[in-house]
């Protein structure tokens, strides 16, 4: 099953990345749905980073419910300039808490916790280099994947979304984070259901919508939102290169 936009990951793999040094202080709760990104400064990368993260702190309010929990941490290579990690955890944080989101159906929790805590996977920010080093799957530099507890996120389509998604760049961002999570959560890649509706969020928009409109929600209606099982034989763009200021 590919856990990407494009390759299988391969067997194996080396060590998480080491927890960076310092801190983020703990940010304030976000419960408003996904919104427009409110980065100011231009984000730059490199088109390579050098494996090392910056760490965000715990959600200050625990998840309500008694579904089984799981925790995940949010970390952001320290090459990506002019977005605050804590900004980006608060993105991540308000799609996985979503009203349409993976717990929509009360069966399970998802917590972030702090950089140091024992978690069951981690969402990591990554500069297009680094993001091959961790999917450890055809390197691309363009798409972002899921292999093993790790849910890795291009910075490239993070800053620059894809061509011809038709929807905002907050609208993508939630797509990013519900469709690696959902590889995580054990749900496979889904194909467009038909012309004119709702792209699934396990289908591989990045590259291709194939008839289907954007669409970033697990669950749409109160219910859970499919298509049938599969996935295109689409090209991956070329790599991106380094946005520097």
Avoid: K
Avoid at 29 to 55: E, H, K, L
Avoid at 66 to 78: A, D, H, K, N, P
């Amino acid at each position: 099953m590919l856990l990407s936009g494009c390759a299988a990951p391969a067997s194996g793999g080396s060590s998480v990345p080491a927890a960076p040094t310092g801190r983020a202080e703990a940010p304030a709760r976000v419960t408003s749905p996904p919104g427009a990104s409110r980065t100011a400064a231009p984000v730059t990368y490199p088109a390579d980073g050098g494996n090392r993260w910056r760490g965000a702190a715990a959600e200050v309010t625990a998840p309500h419910g008694t579904g089984r929990l799981l925790r995940y941490r949010v970390g952001m290579e320290r090459d990506i300039q002019g977005l605050p990690v804590t900004q980006f955890a608060a993105e991540v944080s308000r799609t996985l808490n979503h009203p349409q989101g993976w717990t929509a159906d009360g069966r399970l929790r998802l917590r972030r916790v702090g950089w140091d805590q024992p978690s069951d996977f981690t969402i990591y920010l990554a500069t297009p280099g680094t993001r091959d080093v961790l999917c450890q799957d055809t390197p691309d530099g363009y798409t972002s994947c899921r292999t093993g507890d790790r849910v890795v996120l291009n910075v490239a389509r993070w800053v620059n979304g894809v061509p011809g998604y038709g929807a905002s760049l907050a609208t993508y961002h939630a797509y990013m984070v519900n469709h690696e999570v959902g590889h995580r959560l054990g749900h496979g890649h889904e194909l467009c259901p038909g012309r004119g509706q709702p792209a699934p969020v396990m289908q591989q928009q990045t590259l291709g919508l194939h008839g289907c409109t954007a669409n970033a929600a697990p669950y749409l209606d109160g219910e859970r939102y499919t298509g049938p099982s599969g996935a295109y034989d689409d090209p991956v763009p070329p790599r991106d290169h380094s946005r520097m200021g």
